[in-house]
């Protein structure tokens, strides 16, 4: 809101300064008056009551950013905890099992909610700064980018997501791999307090001296523990960010891959990068020969505190160029310091979702064996799929946290994710079966885990920890949920119980 206030404001002082007829400058105020009013219209409001279908409260509180149709038998959208409190109890007193979403993203990997109340939590409160702690306080349904434009003015950095459009709230509760993650680690370790409403309609605030087994297990944990109305994360000095994207035709993908994993394996920590083939689809403003074919793309940030560390980066940036250009030169290269506004949206993750089948998992690449195997799919067209991806470990993130969550770390060298979109012309038989083959071929180097974040769709087996951690997650859930009230928030390979 305040964005749109302020562009407002900016149009109609150049419009009235270029001295336009009175006509076209209350037009011009009009038509801002409008967008203002529809944003906040078109907000999801809640006032705690659970909503039958058909409702427009039942349908906000069902829309998510995936395209993906959730019919629980009652949903509401929650704008406080007090609101919060209220639809807990309506739960409860109904006999429905509560599940809970925010921004949506991932829905279609969760468990169907027939028979349940969804609670939408879009607390409506602003995200608060303390730069002299350097914490911020993240009510929920709070999206990255609004994080980081309330820290950005303070020359504070968080350990945000490669997208500002996703919630904070969910992301760090499940693990968190952030744009910075080789410098920051796990994002969740940057949690300082949670704030959680239980299942008996208690309010506690959980951290490492109160509720801390709660505090433990939630990070990372999987779910199924409670509502989260608000987190407190602790910041990092920030005043700019080297970021930015490389692209090139995907027919120099195979040396290209090769060329970034050779210099990936003696990269610094500072430095986080991501290899993805895709086909970019046709969007206005996207150059013609950027969505014919299909093409790779090399994205990164580097965290700059100090003038020094921004030669530093420079230094990075000029390196990777290096060991990359000989291949061939980039079509687009827009690496360059910025503000740290622009690094959550360095990886062009789409504003809208649409239906898409996903696969995600950890693999070690000690031998280039990995990578060879990955690359012999970089044929998009072909395997009929729009995203590949590999994200670069190790660093900050392979190093425990001795006062870190369920999941303070994470092995293996990339993280990988596949991603298809079903069509007409590639059903989502053939974008399964491609997927399915992807994950065979790397077998012999899956770690076995995969991050929280990113589980993968329903019916693939796959792990979030070892056994030992699950057993012990899985007694923290049964005594803050007993009954089993948020049990079908409980991801999948994170419980022993079902």
């Not at 709230?169 to 993650?181: E, F, H, K, R, W």
């Amino acid at each position: 809101m305040p964005g749109l206030l302020g562009f407002g404001a900016a149009c109609a002082g150049l419009t009235v300064g270029k001295d336009l007829p009175p006509a076209l400058v209350v037009l011009t105020a009009a038509l801002l008056f409008a967008v203002v009013c529809a944003t906040f219209l078109l907000r999801p409001r809640g006032n705690g009551t659970l909503a039958r279908p058909r409702s427009p409260r039942y349908r906000a509180a069902t829309r998510s950013f995936d395209a993906v149709r959730l019919t629980p038998a009652r949903a509401t959208v929650i704008a406080s905890p007090d609101q919060a409190r209220a639809a807990l109890a309506g739960a409860v007193a109904a006999g429905l099992p509560v599940r809970m979403h925010g921004t949506g993203h991932k829905a279609g990997t969760t468990r169907a909610m027939g028979g349940a109340a969804l609670l939408k939590v879009r607390i409506h409160e602003p995200v608060t700064v303390d730069p002299v702690a350097r914490t911020a306080r993240i009510p929920a349904g709070t999206t990255w980018g609004d994080v980081v434009a309330a820290i950005t003015p303070h020359k504070l950095g968080a350990a945000h997501g490669s997208s500002g459009r996703v919630g904070a709230v969910g992301y760090l509760l499940g693990g968190g791999l952030s744009a910075y993650a080789r410098t920051t680690g796990i994002a969740a370790n940057s949690i300082e307090s949670i704030e959680v409403l239980l299942a008996d309609g208690e309010q506690v605030t959980a951290d490492r001296s109160a509720h801390s087994d709660l505090f433990w297990a939630i990070r990372g944990g999987g779910g199924g523990f409670g509502i989260v109305t608000a987190i407190t994360v602790r910041l990092f000095d920030l005043t700019h960010a080297m970021t930015g994207t490389m692209i090139w035709d995907g027919a120099h993908a195979a040396d290209l891959l090769n060329a970034w994993h050779q210099w990936a394996r003696s990269a610094p920590d500072a430095i986080t990068t991501s290899f993805r083939l895709m086909r970019m689809p046709p969007l206005p403003g996207l150059p013609p020969a950027l969505t014919r074919h299909p093409i790779v793309a090399i994205d990164g940030s580097i965290p700059v505190a100090t003038a020094g560390s921004a030669r530093e980066a420079e230094a990075l940036v000029a390196e990777l160029r290096s060991s990359l250009r000989p291949v061939a030169p980039p079509r687009r290269d827009t690496f360059r310091l910025a503000s740290p506004l622009e690094t959550a949206f360095t990886h062009m993750d789409p504003p809208i979702a649409v239906a898409q089948v996903t696969d995600s998992f950890m693999i070690t690449a000690e031998d280039h064996a990995a990578v060879e195997c990955f690359g012999a799919f970089a044929d998009l067209d072909a395997v009929g799929l729009a995203t590949l991806e590999l994200r670069h470990l190790g660093a900050a993130l392979a190093r425990p946290v001795r006062d870190g969550g369920a999941v303070s770390s994470v092995s293996g060298d990339y993280f990988y994710w596949g991603l298809g979109l079903p069509s007409r012309r590639t059903p989502k038989s053939h974008v399964t079966r491609s997927l399915d083959e992807i994950r065979t071929a790397l077998a012999p180097w899956q770690t076995g885990f995969v991050m929280p974040t990113y589980a993968p769709e329903p019916g693939i087996p796959h792990h979030l920890f070892d056994s030992s951690t699950r057993a012990r997650v899985d007694e923290v859930r049964a005594t803050y949920d007993p009954d089993g009230l948020f049990s079908g928030d409980v991801a999948f390979g994170a419980t022993d119980r079902n």
